[in-house]
């Protein structure tokens, strides 16, 4: 199988991570507008969550064999904490992948205009009845969960052509419980991309939040890989001699 350029895979990420955004941030403020305001319903959370879905699943076929369909730095440093792609490509990836979700905030303004601003444009953020504590271990366990999916979904011993489904229906049910407390975001260029745009339009930031939410993914990403990791292994007694060697692992 060819080798996509380092520059294909990072154009790759851009285009998958600003579409993830359009569809999936754009889903909110336009729920917002269509619906008539916050807080959603059980129904309207259903849609968002499943505007998310169609979204990854979508760009993992897209784009899955090209850049392995990240689109989310904390599933990034994820598979490099764990060896799983090299840590010299890690900057690479999450620059693209900042700037397509800010791509994709754009695009939410240019088709919805500024009601999408004035409709909160999809940032996350916690309310003043959740403390920065509960924020945290909110985002943290959605990206374990998440992140744990990917690795188990692109493991070489899972069933083929199933995993951008297996990553979205994730995506989807990681959403429903953790949206109200946080916004669900589990992704920090889906964090920083509306944060961004929000700002440039004159929304309302909480720029006080984001390490909150910035940690959370990343160490929940990084638990998550890392319990992948040891589930997976074989003691070496357990391991039966074959004649061709097997390669396994998390695909990058």
């Given at each position: 199988?060819e ?18 955004v ?5 889903s ?15 129904a ?7 505007a ?14 090209i ?5 989310n ?17 890690v ?21 919805l ?8 444009l999809g ?6 009845g ?13 990206t ?61 930031v ?8 910035l ?24 391991v039966?001699?074959v004649?061709?060697?097997?390669s396994?692992?998390?695909a990058?």
């Amino acid at each position: 199988m060819e080798e996509n350029s380092y520059p294909q895979k990072l154009l790759a990420e851009v285009l998958g991570t600003a579409v993830l955004v359009f569809i999936g941030v754009g889903s909110v403020p336009a729920t917002a507008i269509v619906g008539g305001g916050a807080p959603f319903t059980m129904a309207q959370l259903g849609i968002i969550s499943l505007a998310f879905a169609t979204a990854v699943i979508g760009m993992a076929y897209a784009i899955g064999h090209i850049s392995g369909c990240h689109i989310n730095p904390a599933v990034t440093l994820a598979l490099a904490a764990t060896r799983n792609m090299p840590w010299r490509d890690v900057p690479g990836y999450v620059v693209a992948q900042v700037v397509g979700a800010v791509l994709g905030a754009l695009a939410i303004v240019g088709v919805l205009g500024h009601k999408a601003v004035d409709a909160g444009l999809g940032i996350a953020a916690y309310g003043s009845g959740v403390g920065a504590g509960q924020a945290f271990f909110a985002e943290a366990v959605g990206t374990f969960i998440l992140t744990l999916v990917v690795f188990g979904a692109v493991d070489r011993r899972a069933a083929g052509g199933f995993a951008g489904l297996a990553i979205g229906f994730a995506v989807f049910a990681v959403i429903i419980p953790v949206a109200p407390a946080t916004g669900s975001s589990i992704n920090p260029a889906r964090t920083l991309g509306p944060m961004i745009t929000g700002e440039l339009f004159g929304g309302t930031v909480h720029w006080s939040q984001l390490p909150v939410y910035l940690l959370a993914e990343v160490v929940g990403a990084v638990a998550a890989g890392t319990l992948h990791t040891a589930l997976k292994a074989r003691p070496a007694a357990a391991v039966v001699q074959v004649s061709e060697p097997v390669s396994e692992g998390v695909a990058s």
